[in-house]
């Protein structure tokens, strides 16, 4: 099935979802806008707390869009579950696992052109391919300096938190969540993969993007032209989530690769970025928190997978993960991006 074909099955079917938003559909646009580029549809917590085939339902990390136009959803609990588009319920659900039968961290997830998945561990971190039924195929190779500390440079749980295919499916790029020992606060890295014969991969260029302060980046998506679309999020105590959403064009960046410690250095050209969103701003459509939020709508939002398209606009899914905790919700949010 082709790509176009795939996504206006999936709008359509998205369109028609059942939602919890108290949105009135007969509000203008403009009351629905969290910025002039990015308005928000509905939301929808249909699947909070819920389990399917005994598998709890939640702690996802990342989406996709399968080949059938069906939605996947990553847990970072080990588990990739199948998603009617219409109504976002589970069809099924598949256990991941590592080389050695051990449970993964696993937070990000590409459908490859085959139906294979790419899913990312954040803990090594590690890429492997899987076939649909959660068998490993392959494994990708990760430069020393991204490994955890002491292999590498990386922080724990700040590895490998995005994973996308640019356009054309040759160039695959995974995003670091936080910085690596050496760089500058704040400053990740961008790392790239070049398909090889065989559907194999080898190490491509490598790139840095500065996030704002205090942020990380959990997500980030190629869009149809070949910028990005970036999440940035972070957390406080007592005051909630903060979640924005950013254009990004890695074009004439530097490649860092051979580059040990970024620490400003000005002949480095960072990865460009313009804000599309800050979420906060979004009307929360009646939306409720069971912890403190600067806006009721946000949570720990931290996949995303864009669905659909026309000239100009984006239609964005995001989901948040729950953590299995009793004070976080698992929540879909529909967004339209103009680019």
Not at 131 to 157: E, F, Y
């Amino acid at each position: 099935m082709r790509l176009r074909t795939v996504l206006t099955t999936v709008t359509a079917c998205l369109a028609a979802a059942t939602s919890l938003s108290a949105a009135d559909p007969a509000v203008a646009r403009e009351n629905q806008a969290c910025s002039p580029s990015v308005t928000i549809d509905r939301f929808s917590d249909a699947l909070d707390k819920t389990t399917y085939d005994g598998t709890f339902v939640g702690n996802f990390s990342a989406l996709a869009l399968d080949r059938d136009g069906q939605l996947a959803a990553l847990s970072d609990r080990s588990s990739l579950f199948t998603l009617n588009a219409k109504t976002l319920q589970p069809t099924g659900v598949t256990a991941l696992a590592d080389d050695n039968g051990s449970a993964l961290d696993s937070e990000g997830l590409v459908i490859d052109r085959d139906g294979t998945r790419l899913i990312t561990s954040e803990t090594e971190p590690s890429i492997r391919r899987y076939s649909p039924d959660g068998t490993i195929l392959d494994r990708l190779p990760v430069p020393a300096s991204l490994q955890v500390a002491p292999a590498g440079r990386a922080a724990a749980n700040g590895t490998f938190e995005g994973l996308t295919l640019l356009p054309g499916g040759h160039t695959l790029l995974a995003s670091m969540e936080y910085a690596l020992s050496g760089d500058s606060a704040g400053i990740v890295r961008f790392q790239t993969w070049e398909r090889t014969k065989g559907d194999h991969f080898r190490l491509g260029a490598q790139y840095a993007y500065r996030t704002d302060t205090g942020l990380g980046v959990p997500e980030v998506q190629a869009t149809p032209d070949g910028h990005l679309l970036v999440l940035e999020r972070g957390f406080t105590s007592g005051v909630g989530n903060t979640v924005r959403l950013y254009l990004a064009d890695p074009r004439h960046a530097t490649d860092t690769g051979r580059i040990e410690n970024l620490t400003g250095q000005s002949d480095v050209h960072l990865i460009k970025k313009t804000l599309l969103a800050d979420m906060v701003t979004c009307p929360s459509l009646g939306a409720t928190a069971k912890q403190p939020q600067p806006n009721p709508l946000l949570d720990n939002i931290e996949g995303m997978v864009i669905t659909g398209r026309t000239e100009g606009r984006l239609d964005v899914l995001l989901v948040s993960d729950d953590n299995q905790n009793a004070v976080q919700t698992t929540r879909f949010y529909y967004l339209r991006v103009r680019i």
